[in-house]
């Protein structure tokens, strides 16, 4: 099994002993850390809504800079720190910009808190890229 970390560029670096993205199995496939609202600056919006939009974005710059697009993605994981109901319409609306056809498989869950209290969307993915050969 080869492993190649994913630096990728345009993205907040990350702030604890993590990688933003590992690609393995011969270059096929692509794990990405959890993601979260930080802009490159290091400003983060303060609604969950806004944290997503900013969050898809830099997921979609993680998958460029390895080589692949968002149709790649092949199961995301998303966290909320509030009650999805409320905030529905305009998350499925954040979704619908970056995921267009071929819906990757998905689970969503409301977690009673993250790694820092200003956190309120992460989303985690797993992408299966063109090859390498």
Same mark, same amino acid.
């Given at each position: 099994m080869q492993k190649e970390i994913i630096v990728p560029e345009g993205v907040y670096p990350?702030?604890?002993?993590?990688?933003?993205?590992? %690609?393995?199995?011969?270059?096929?496939?692509?794990?990405v850390s959890g993601i979260i609202g930080y802009r490159l600056d290091g400003t983060m919006p303060t609604t969950a809504?806004?944290?997503? =939009?900013?969050?898809?974005?830099?997921?979609? %710059?993680?998958? =460029?800079?390895?080589?692949?697009?968002?149709?790649?993605?092949?199961?995301?994981?998303?966290?909320?720190? =509030?009650?999805?109901?409320l905030m529905r319409d305009e998350l499925r609306e954040v979704r619908a910009r970056f995921f267009t056809n071929d819906f990757p498989v998905s689970t969503l869950v409301q977690v009673a808190g993250f790694a820092n209290p200003d956190y309120l969307f992460e989303i985690e993915a797993i992408a299966a890229l063109p090859s390498k050969e």
């Open positions: 990350p702030t604890a002993d993590f990688s933003q993205a590992i %690609r393995v199995s011969g270059g096929d496939l692509l794990f809504v806004e944290q997503a =939009e900013v969050a898809f974005d830099n997921l979609r %710059r993680v998958l =460029e800079s390895a080589g692949g697009t968002m149709a790649d993605i092949v199961k995301v994981n998303v966290y909320l720190g =509030e009650d999805f109901r």
